[in-house]
């Protein structure tokens, strides 16, 4: 008879020794994004945190939860394990922050078929990596081995955030107007969004990931595909502090199109003005070798903004100043006009041939 209470569960397919050496590895790493606000250390049943609302006059919680969708395949393809926890953190980041939330504390989903500690710790490192870049705790999670659920090696990837927001200080769109200004602040790529395309247009390529990108500059194809999402928190907060915005948007799965309505009252439209900002060299390989137009793109694709604010004409100066200081590449890319009837509330206008 065995004398480790372990053995059965190990025969299962399921290492508990290992999934325990796991959650000490990251202990010290999660422990890097704590402030005084963590009451609680990795480990428990529940992440305990403390508030400071000392200068908040009505407290109003944010929430926000996403994934990093069919990224996934190409991290598995890559190896590129060390930025998509990036990309999970992103992802809920910078939603909550679109209506004026600063991130508080984060959580993560970890699930595999069989745990390899050195890779998810890679993974691990690259969530903190993100919550440190948004100053958000990194409070607890979850890591689930489930034997004959996933392929080997592949794993998957879900995560959960809390922000915080005085109520007269949320940022809700319900006061942008015609004549106001829309900053759109730049990605790093495709983020998160559009990779069930991405990897059949790469597919199709014949391309290997440490191939030159064709009309890129200088970045492999993997390194391209696998920028990691930008994080707005930080520079966003720091114009929400002393300027004012009436909307903003995260520019995510649906591009333009999609994204841009949903902070929009139904009596305007916002006017892009396509050329206004540097397309990444990656969206012009995606477009070129997917055989796709520019609506196309801007339907599916964040191509090249990630992030947009909408303020009033004065401030425009105001907020591009403050953006260039906190080294946030941002372009004026367009305005907000009275809806004509039922017409499309996002009108992108292409410059003649």
């Not at 200081?325 to 890319?333: K, L, S």
């Amino acid at each position: 008879m065995s004398t480790n209470r372990a053995d059965a569960y190990k025969a299962a397919g399921v290492n508990i020794d290992e999934a325990n050496q796991f959650v000490e590895r990251i202990k010290a790493l999660a422990q890097s994004t704590h402030g005084k606000g963590v009451l609680s250390g990795i480990g428990g049943f529940g992440g305990l945190f403390k508030p400071d609302l000392s200068n908040i006059h009505a407290p109003v919680l944010v929430s926000g939860t996403d994934g990093v969708g069919t990224k996934l395949k190409l991290a598995f393809a890559f190896a590129g394990h060390d930025t998509i926890g990036i990309d999970l953190v992103a992802m809920s980041v910078n939603d909550v922050l679109v209506q004026g939330a600063k991130p508080l504390f984060f959580l993560d989903y970890f699930a595999t078929g069989k745990l390899d500690s050195d890779v998810a710790v890679r993974v691990v490192a690259g969530i903190v990596e993100g919550c440190n870049q948004s100053k958000c705790a990194l409070l607890g999670g979850e890591t689930a081995e489930m034997p004959g659920f996933y392929a080997d090696g592949e794993y998957d990837l879900s995560g959960f955030c809390v922000g915080l927001v005085d109520m007269d200080r949320i940022v809700d769109g319900s006061q942008v107007g015609h004549g106001d200004v829309i900053i759109g602040l730049a990605s790093t790529g495709p983020h998160a969004n559009g990779y069930s395309l991405i990897r059949k247009i790469y597919n199709a390529s014949g391309l290997k990931g440490d191939d030159p990108l064709p009309g890129g500059d200088g970045a492999t194809v993997a390194q391209a595909l696998m920028a990691p999402t930008r994080i707005y928190v930080q520079p966003v907060l720091n114009v929400l502090r002393d300027l004012p915005v009436k909307g903003m948007c995260h520019i995510t799965g649906g591009g333009f199109y999609d994204n841009l309505p949903r902070v929009l009252p139904s009596s305007v439209s916002a006017h892009v003005r396509f050329g206004s900002w540097p397309v990444p060299p990656v969206f012009n390989w995606l477009k070129d070798q997917g055989k796709l137009s520019w609506p196309e793109m801007l339907q599916i694709f964040n191509t090249g903004i990630g992030y947009a604010l909408i303020v009033k004409k004065d401030a425009v100066d105001d907020v591009m100043d403050r953006l260039q200081a906190m080294d946030t590449p941002a372009f004026v890319i367009g305005e907000i006009a009275p809806r004509v009837g039922d017409e499309e509330q996002v009108q992108v206008i292409f410059p003649e041939a």
